[in-house]
């Protein structure tokens, strides 16, 4: 009996471990490619898709989407229809489940890419919360392939260069959100 025990501690704890390692991996290869997943509080996910104004039917394309937490927000409370573009393969496949177990999977995809390869020309709403110099980087596809209209909401930090389409700044969040319209 005591040998079952030890056999199945041993057992659960090298899941764990498995688990976590798979984890923290996950975490280095986001960082090494961008953009750590860090994510968003509910508090400031609500505020910050509260200001962006968004409207049903409307396309909303989020870079470095994570466990996809606001664009299945967006999809549920706004009727968007959502794109997350991640390019951990962990975490798309977190948010594709969290994504059937919450009931918006019929309304969202999750993309494994790199954010320089996804067009843009049909993105409504375009949410970012990536570091600056991967921001710095995307900014002339932000202008070559955004329509007229297009709301680029970003979190944490400011898009240099973009000053004449900010319209509006949320600084009371951990993290500022500026919102440019293209």
Same mark, same amino acid.
């Given at each position: 009996?005591?040998?079952?025990?030890?056999?199945?501690?041993?057992?659960?704890?090298?899941?764990?471990?498995?688990?976590?390692?798979?984890?923290?991996?996950?975490?280095?290869?986001?960082?090494?490619?961008?953009?750590?997943?860090?994510?968003?509080?509910?508090?400031?996910? !609500?505020?910050? %898709?509260?200001?962006?104004?968004?409207? &049903?039917? +409307?396309?909303?394309?989020?870079? #470095? $989407?994570?466990?996809?937490?606001?664009?299945?927000?967006?999809?549920?409370?706004?009727?968007?229809?959502?794109?997350?573009?991640?390019?951990?393969?962990?975490?798309?496949?977190?948010?594709?489940?969290?994504?059937?177990?919450?009931?918006?999977?019929?309304?969202?995809?999750?993309?494994?890419?790199?954010?320089?390869?996804?067009?843009?020309?049909?993105?409504?709403?375009?949410?970012?919360?990536? !570091?600056?110099? %991967?921001?710095?980087?995307?900014?002339? &596809?932000? +202008?070559?392939?955004?329509?007229? #209209? $297009?709301?680029?909401?970003?979190?944490?930090?400011?898009?240099?260069?973009?000053?004449?389409?900010?319209?509006?700044?949320?600084?009371?969040?951990?993290?500022?959100?500026?919102?440019?319209?293209?």
């Amino acid at each position: 009996m005591s040998v079952i025990l030890y056999f199945f501690i041993i057992i659960s704890e090298f899941f764990v471990l498995l688990g976590v390692s798979i984890y923290f991996v996950g975490l280095l290869f986001s960082s090494f490619k961008g953009a750590p997943y860090v994510p968003t509080t509910k508090k400031e996910m !609500m505020i910050v %898709l509260k200001r962006a104004h968004l409207k &049903k039917g +409307k396309t909303f394309v989020e870079f #470095g $989407s994570g466990d996809g937490r606001i664009i299945r927000q967006a999809v549920k409370q706004y009727g968007v229809r959502g794109t997350g573009i991640e390019i951990n393969p962990l975490l798309i496949w977190w948010s594709r489940f969290l994504s059937r177990r919450d009931g918006t999977a019929q309304s969202v995809v999750f993309i494994k890419a790199n954010v320089f390869d996804y067009p843009l020309t049909n993105t409504d709403y375009l949410y970012l919360f990536l !570091m600056p110099q %991967l921001l710095a980087k995307l900014i002339p &596809k932000f +202008k070559k392939e955004l329509k007229k #209209g $297009s709301l680029i909401i970003s979190h944490g930090f400011k898009l240099v260069g973009m000053e004449k389409y900010l319209i509006d700044t949320n600084p009371s969040l951990t993290f500022p959100t500026y919102y440019y319209q293209v």
